[in-house]
Every structure is written in C-alpha cells, then in structure tokens.
C-alpha cells in the first residue's frame, strides 16, 4: 500500500511559476512510477507527467517545455515544476503512482495509488 500527498498548489498570476510536491509513504518508491494527472471542473482527469522507475519521462503536448517532473528517491517525493502558467492550467492536479513498468503512463487507469489532489489556479 502506498499513500501520497501532494503539497505546493495555489494561486498564481500567469506567466508564474509553481512547485508541485508529492510525498510517498513506503520503502520501495524507486521502483515506482510516477505520474502527475490533473482535471479542471467539467472537464476528464487527463496526463500531465510521468517519471518512470527506469528513470524516463513523458510529458503532455499541452505541458511540453512548460512542466518538469522530477523525483528524489532519497526523500520518497516527486515534484512538478510549473513554469509560464497560463489560466488553462488551472485544475486539481493529482499524484499517481504503479510498481507496474509503463511506457508512457498516459491513462490514469494504469495507476494503482493516487493523492487526493491539490488546487492551482491561474488568473489571467
């Protein structure tokens, strides 16, 4: 069993910048895949970002030179840095993890764990 928590949403004007963090209980994080997924009100969870246990990423078309996931293994977290913020990015966005291998991690089917979601909000 494994439980995450995001931290680091909150307001921000666009073109800002936000950390995501999410903590993961558990000895065996590193074998862990890791995915960011967010859903905006009305609208599907849909992918943001995944970290692979074997060290790949993979990122949305709609984040793609905007977003970075990373993980430090050490502490059990994985982070979302949010750079140039537009309005549309505004969602709950939520940690998702699989001891299963992926390639891609796109569907939020494939994730086993998940958080329970932290607000960020654009304003325009």
């Known amino acids: 069993q494994v439980q995450l928590v995001e931290s680091g949403g909150g307001l921000v004007q666009a073109g800002g910048s936000l950390r995501l963090s999410c903590a993961a209980s558990?000895?065996?994080?590193?074998?862990?895949?890791m995915g960011w997924f967010r859903q905006a009100p009305g609208k599907e969870r849909e992918f943001v970002a995944t970290?692979?246990?074997?060290?790949?990423?993979y990122y949305s078309d709609s984040v793609k030179a905007r977003f970075t996931i990373s993980r430090d293994n050490a502490k059990n977290t994985v982070y979302l840095q949010m750079n140039s913020l537009k309005p549309d990015d505004t969602a709950v966005y939520y940690c998702?993890?699989?001891?299963?291998?992926?390639?891609?991690?796109?569907?939020?089917?494939?994730?086993?764990?998940w958080g329970q979601g932290t607000q960020v909000t654009v304003s325009s």
């Open positions: 970290f692979t246990w074997g060290g790949r990423t």
């Open positions: 998702a993890a699989t001891s299963r291998y992926l390639s891609g991690g796109r569907s939020s089917n494939e994730y086993d764990y």
């Open positions: 558990g000895r065996t994080f590193s074998s862990y895949t």
